[in-house]
């Protein structure tokens, strides 16, 4: 069966998989959706005896119905390889009576791995697809996680290139660490005099410079962004979680059919909108729980049906959920409007016009599927603690706030329904935070100090990533001003 996309403000225009893949964004500025979720026609029982390789086949061939076997299986090779520690690539782990779906065995050791390792090749695969023949140039400005991330992925992929930009002063020292030390001779690092809004807006003129696109096509490059709303981003997410339901199955864990409750740290509504879709695909998933931290903005909402971004930014220990406006959230919106685009329209123009929206209703009505909570910072660490001491697993600081919902949760619905909770980072990304949580005596330790405690305390072996960060060496230094971040992009690419 073949899968379209449209856009939630569009005209019901529709584009393949691929197409969709390589504008990444809709021209209307809207998000691109499936025309309907395809189904799983899979038994559990086979998917239960397969790879996770061989499930994300399944899977992903359902919603990028354009690709051939050939093209798909090449793409998920050679994302899900040697770059895991792990040949489950995401392995499950029961703590407390609580299972861990582990989605930080990659690169970067987060789970933005699990999309951004597979997204070049589906990239530059839809390229040749759709008869381009330019190399594809990444341009990514970010505030630290991003972008390394997308650097592990398109590192040494061939026809691709990739320029990041960082704010000089405005990432940690270890982000910093881990994107100047990054291989691949397709890779660029730029540090920028100025902050991370000075290089997304730098960026984004690059992105909308038909002169300078000119420029480059007569080169033989045209730029793409590596954005979270891409469904080259979305879509393989899904795997993991009809992975972990077969894999819970095959462990006797669950009978097929048996409903699963699914709990979700969430920032942009990327990874839980993906456990949304696996879910309509038919995988017995019971309830999505939305968990959010402090900056609850996404509680609220499910409570009361009002997106409402008027408030206070709070920085949290959880920072890579440290978001007022949930981008992947308004294609739950248009579904739940029943896929009329006027409506979404609307609702997205009351956002950026006056920072809040209220649902009808009806709309709430569909949302029945969910239940939204939140952790407070205190509670985060307790619980990194509380687990610790119960249970030796160490677990970082935004699994935390997903493990601590998910308690207050159960303990309201003592109805005996299993739960996976989805562990998005490695506790050595957020060391500090984690040790402090666990005993404020490690206070005084320097970074590495707590990486080698946090590993005899864990019983866990330090991973490649941070042992990378330990010793390898700068490969890049170029530092630009902001006006000058064109002149970078060019020099790089030997344009002119
Ligand atoms: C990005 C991120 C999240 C939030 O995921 P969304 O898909 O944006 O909701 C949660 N935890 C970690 C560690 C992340 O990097």
Partial sequence: MEILYKSTRGNGETVTASQAILKGLADDGGLFVPTQVPALDVPVEKLAEMSYQEVAYEVMSRFFSDFTEEELKHCINSAYDSKFDTKEIAPIREADGAFYLELFHGATIAFKDMALSILPHLMITSARKNQIKNDIVILTATSGDTGKAALAGFADVPGTKIIVFYPKDGVSPIQKAQMVTQRGTNTHVVAINGNFDDAQTGVKKMFNDKALAAELAEAGYQFSSANSIN???????VAY?????????????????????????TGNFGNILAAYYAKQMGVA???????????????DFFTTGTYDRKREFILTTSPSM?????????????????????????????????????ITDEMKAHLKDFAGGYATEE?????????????GYVIDTHTSVAATV?????????????????????????????MNAIDPKYDDMTDFELIDELSVLSKTKI????????????????????DGMEAAVKAFLQVK
């Fill in 406 to 434: 998910c308690k207050a949760y159960n303990a309201e619905h003592a109805d005996g329904i299993k739960t996976l909770i989805a562990s998005t980072a490695s506790p050595y990304k957020f060391t500090r935070s984690v």
């Fill in 322 to 358: 440290d978001i007022l406006i949930s981008s992947n959230l308004e294609r739950l919106i248009y579904q739940i409007a029943g896929s009329d685009e006027e409506k979404n329209r609307e609702l997205m123009r009351e956002l950026s016009e006056n920072g809040a929206y209220t």
């Fill in 463 to 482: 991973p490649q990533a941070i042992e990378d960060i330990r010793s390898a060496p700068v490969l890049h230094k170029t530092v630009a001003e902001v």
């Fill in 231 to 237: 469904i080259g981003r979305l879509i393989p997410q």
């Fill in 241 to 265: 979680y009809v992975y972990a339901y077969a894999q819970l199955v095959k462990k006797g864990e669950l009978n097929v059919g048996d409903p699963l409750r699914v709990v979700v740290p």
């Fill in 379 to 391: 509670q985060t660490a307790q619980t990194i603690h509380d687990l610790y001491e119960k249970t």
């Fill in 285 to 299: 998933i019971e309830k999505l729980i939305c968990a959010s931290n402090e900056n609850k903005v996404l509680f």
